[in-house]
């Protein structure tokens, strides 16, 4: 390292890396990063939100059936789990610019529990549609998909596939196919977030961020908001549109 | 002559950014853009080579009719994985990550990019991927086509798909990462003075490049990941079965895939921008006209996937909108062309190897944007379509522009890499080897396919053998030109003549630090009170450029 560098860096900040100017630069490229990349992300879910338009309108009914067989009672727990998780990280990163190291915990830690949440009653969901028979193609050894139908008229059993006219089973394994590609890539994104905030709170815990410095918060909240956005956008999507099918 | 201000220090006894450490670990873990640059540099170089060597197992086996050197199975193989490896392990990395890392920060007065660690990761990444690529071609190879086209790919083919898909998926990730850093840098660390209409045109095509890796990158790699999932699960929504569309995957896969090839050509026209503007020692004509064509480049980009689906079930009215948008694109990159060649008139202008590269670009640059034309017309489309017309067509692009493109700034630059001169008559002699061998190689591929030879066939009509045996003969000539410079370029990193700070007497910022430079670019911050390529007036220029001659012209003998 230079001579001539140390007499700038000696008044700044310990966090301000080497290669910016000021804290004020560092923050401001740490935060055009994230969204930038939230764009990237955006493009991911874009091609499987693509898919899920073509093949809804190619086979409305029986996309309208295999939704009317997904558990709402649990998507809209979720739903709400992930929104209150969204609340707490506003307040942690809120936490963060005023100095409040407590309160900044405590929220890290909530929005940590509730995603844990949410990630427990996917997998109580999955654990559903495993025991149905419902999970595409031999994705799972032993158990291929090959859910049981419902007759018509026959008493109701929620383990079984109730089929408006004109849908098919094999059609409703390309929903299940959807179904299973885009909840499961949000759940990867939940478990990165569960990860980087971990960390967060960490160096929270350690009592790195302040009012001077806290962009680190400020990006991964910025991250956990763009999942729960997906989320509220794959419940309606996949669980709402067709409900009012249901009792054809 | 006008002497451009510099802001290095004293010679005596510098500290570069290549003698500043040493050692194997100091190379692997650093964080500088410019060590980078290099690990990128060497990995490239090894994968171009793998590609040229299928290459030449391609041009060997179509030298006869008789499918005879290569039995079907493995012609299949050879060209698909000459086109996995050179697209995705060599093309697209190619400037952005050699060149572009290098000067992104030098050109802009940065320090560094603005996360260099994530620049450290996306070479990691982007070598994990290359080798599970090296893992499946070693395993047992791939023979879908560089476009893995469903069913095939998810069904029937029963090659290493997955793990050369994976590969892919996971080198896509290290064109993001790096798309994403130069937008940052681009946007937040400019130094002060340098204002957006100040910056080299190199910068304005690698920005319009970063946003095409940004948002067609993602799209393959959810395309990628699902195909490699629908195989593996034998059911998918790519799979007709299941009332899938196999046209999907097309969509999706040309939705990057098209956009693809604007991230190899449009660096390679910021470095053609830079050499056409300082070789004629001239501002560019109409400087903003050829900035803001890369961005409008990048975005019709996006808009013309559907040119690759006319004979694929596409609707007609789609095929209109995608054929009148595709000759739309034509329209951004001939005012390049126009701009480059209006800078040229007039011009103080030297024939250094950096320079014949550029013009041949434009040349070669110009033949294939024409027959694109051809192909985004739907009726003459529908007859040259997967014929060697194509195939002569793209290459023109990608090796005719992005290759020549990426050799022209790797001469340019090589004196602030690596501190040494390449010798100037062998670089001018390679050129002109590189460029006659190209033409003669891909120059008779547009006749044979004109005339209806298809592509991936190991066998073809005794009647096309002319436009083969011509095919392959420029093919051995290309590969020996390519070869003198991998050889002197190395020799000149130990026996080069010691490069100045500013070889080429250049007003660009990268020019005014030391070659190589320090660690930290610049030791102190410039400041940038001066205009893109300004020089100075023409009466000083001439005296400029017999000077430069003089001191340039290396020994040959």
């Known amino acids: 390292m230079a001579e001539g560098l140390s007499a700038h860096h000696e008044a700044s900040h310990p966090a301000l890396q080497h290669h910016f100017e000021n804290m004020e630069q560092q923050r401001e490229a740490g935060a055009l990063g994230m969204w930038v990349f939230l764009v990237t992300e955006l493009m991911f879910f874009g091609g499987m939100f693509l898919a899920y338009t073509l093949y809804r309108t190619k086979f409305p009914a029986d996309f309208a059936s295999a939704s009317n067989h997904l558990d709402l009672t649990l998507g809209a727990v979720n739903t709400v789990v992930l929104i209150l998780s969204s609340l707490t990280m506003a307040l942690a990163v809120y936490s963060a610019q005023v100095g409040n190291r407590r309160n900044l915990i405590l929220c890290l830690v909530l929005t940590i529990t509730l995603g844990l949440t949410f990630l427990g009653i996917k997998a109580v969901e999955y654990h559903d549609k495993y025991v149905d028979s419902l999970i595409p193609g031999q994705l799972i050894p032993g158990r291929p998909y090959n859910p049981a139908v419902q007759e018509h008229g026959a008493p109701d059993d929620k383990h079984k596939l109730h089929l408006l006219p004109g849908a098919t089973v094999k059609h409703v394994e390309m929903f299940y196919w959807i179904y299973f590609a885009m909840t499961g890539m949000h759940a990867l994104h939940m478990i990165i977030g569960v990860g980087l905030l971990s960390v967060i709170l960490f160096f929270s815990w350690r009592g790195r961020y302040g009012p001077e410095y806290h962009n680190p918060v400020e990006i991964s909240g910025l991250y956990w908001h763009f999942v729960d956005i997906v989320w509220i956008f794959l419940f309606p999507l996949l669980y709402l549109l067709g409900r009012h099918l249901e009792h054809m | ?557």
């Open chain 2, 1 to 557: 002559m006008k002497a451009f201000e510099t802001f290095e220090t004293p010679a005596a006894a510098r500290v570069n950014y290549i003698n500043a450490q040493y050692g194997l670990k100091s190379w692997l873990l650093t964080k500088d853009h410019k060590r980078i640059a290099l690990l990128y540099l060497g990995s490239i170089s090894f994968f171009f080579m793998v590609g040229g060597v299928y290459a030449m197992l391609i041009r060997l086996e179509l030298l006869t009719p008789q499918g005879d050197l290569l039995s079907s199975a493995t012609y299949n193989k050879v060209f698909t994985q000459h086109g996995i490896i050179m697209i995705f392990f060599f093309l697209i990395p190619s400037i952005p990550a050699t060149l572009g890392n290098f000067l992104v920060p030098m050109m802009i007065g940065a320090k560094d990019l603005a996360f260099p660690r994530i620049n450290l990761l996306s070479w990691y990444i982007y070598l994990l991927g290359g080798i599970i690529t090296i893992y499946a071609l070693l395993a047992g190879g791939v023979d879908t086509g560089w476009t893995f086209y469903v069913p095939y790919s998810t069904t029937f083919s029963n090659s290493y798909v997955i793990a050369a898909g994976l590969g892919i998926f996971i080198s896509g990730f290290s064109s993001i990462l790096t798309g994403l850093n130069f937008i940052v840098t681009i946007h937040t660390m400019r130094a002060p003075g340098m204002t957006w209409f100040r910056l080299p045109l190199f910068i304005w095509s690698h920005y319009a490049t970063s946003l095409v890796m940004i948002l067609g990158t993602p799209v393959v790699a959810i395309t990628i990941l699902l195909l490699a999932f629908e195989r593996l699960s034998h059911v998918g929504i790519f799979d007709p079965a299941n009332g899938g569309d196999p046209v999907l995957f097309q969509h999706l896969f040309w939705f990057y895939s098209h956009p693809a090839v604007y991230i190899m050509v449009l660096p390679s026209m910021g470095v053609v921008s830079e050499l056409i503007a300082n070789f004629s020692r001239k501002n560019i004509f109409g400087y903003r006209f050829v900035a803001f064509s890369s961005l409008a480049i990048a975005v019709f980009g996006f808009l013309v996937w559907g040119h690759h689906l006319f004979v694929a079930s596409q609707s007609v009215y789609a095929g209109m909108i995608f054929s009148f948008l595709s000759f739309a694109v034509a329209i951004p990159s001939a005012i390049k062309v126009f701009n480059w060649t209006a800078t040229l008139y007039k011009g103080s202008i030297s024939y250094d190897t950096p320079m014949l590269y550029a013009l041949g670009f434009i040349g070669l640059f110009t033949v294939g944007g024409m027959t694109g034309l051809f192909l985004a017309s739907l009726a003459i489309d529908v007859h040259v379509s997967d014929t060697y017309f194509i195939v002569a067509h793209f290459h023109y692009i990608m090796v005719g522009g992005a290759l020549f493109g990426y050799l022209g700034g790797l001469h340019y630059w090589w004196p602030k890499i690596s501190g040494r001169m390449y010798p100037e008559g062998w670089g001018r002699f390679s050129a002109l080897v590189i460029f006659v061998g190209f033409n003669l190689t891909f120059l008779p591929q547009f006749v044979a396919g004109y005339l209806g030879m298809p592509r991936r066939y190991h066998a073809y009509p005794p009647e096309f053998q002319v436009f083969n045996v011509l095919s392959s003969a420029g093919a051995s000539i290309l590969g020996f030109g390519l070869l003198i410079p991998a050889i002197y370029l190395v020799w000149s990193m130990r026996y080069g003549k010691h490069a100045e700070a500013n070889p080429w007497h250049l007003p660009g910022l990268e020019w005014r630090t030391a070659s190589p430079p320090p660690t930290e670019n610049f030791l102190t911050t410039p400041v940038v009170t001066w205009e893109a390529y300004e020089f100075a007036p023409p009466e000083e220029m001439q005296v400029v450029g017999r000077m430069k001659d003089e001191k340039l012209e290396a020994p040959v003998s």
